[in-house]
């Protein structure tokens, strides 16, 4: 089965797939960890949480890959016999063609992808996008709260001055020297304003 967890920024999405991996693992079932290459947060293989679980992934994808082919090539190279379970981090960086690789997999595997479902613009990911549309299964973790103590559903890009920004690129990983931008959750009405909460900008 193809399942999609999502949620917006601050809802621990990494840390419950890092949780959830770890007993499968304790289970004695096979897993493999997978994350798209844009994330480069914490380095090219790490699969990382705020609040501080991490992981090396097994495979990192590239936007090109197929992923029937690299856990093909995984499944050759990992003891413990037939693969069974799989884990997406930062599935809305998949593309489309990717997520129907999955759904086709999905058959003879358990696939859990975790991610973002709309950007800071409130527009699909190409990922999440295509996870909607072909995934059997959905879950929203709506444990983030927006500054007011609403639940927060968008995910927002502000500046260092705590500016809501609602202009550029679509991808642009924060943390970065030359991306000093960072992500929050707001409710609706907070992001439709551009009020977040952060310098006195209420």
Request: glycine share 10%.
């Amino acid at each position: 089965m193809l399942r999609f967890y999502f949620g917006v920024m601050g809802s621990s999405k990494t840390a419950m797939l890092l949780m959830q991996r770890h007993n499968y693992i304790q289970q004695g079932y096979n897993c493999a960890l997978i994350k798209p290459s844009v994330d480069t947060r914490k380095g090219a293989d790490i699969v990382y949480s705020r609040v501080g679980l991490q992981a090396h992934a097994d495979i990192v994808l590239e936007p090109d890959h197929s992923v029937r082919e690299q856990l093909l090539w995984f499944e050759t190279r990992k003891p413990g016999g037939t693969l069974q379970h799989v884990f997406v981090d930062e599935a809305q960086f998949l593309t489309e063609a990717q997520v129907i690789e999955l759904a086709e997999m999905a058959g003879s595997l358990e696939i859990h992808c975790y991610g973002l479902k709309t950007d800071f613009r409130g527009d699909f990911f190409p990922g999440s996008g295509a996870l909607l549309r072909f995934a059997a299964f959905f879950q929203e973790l709506d444990q983030s709260l927006c500054w007011c103590g609403a639940k927060a559903t968008m995910n927002t890009r502000v500046d260092q001055a705590g500016n809501v920004l609602k202009e550029g690129a679509q991808v642009l990983i924060d943390g970065g020297e030359a991306a000093p931008i960072r992500y929050i959750g707001l409710c609706y009405q907070h992001w439709l304003h551009g009020k977040s909460g952060i310098n006195g900008n209420v």
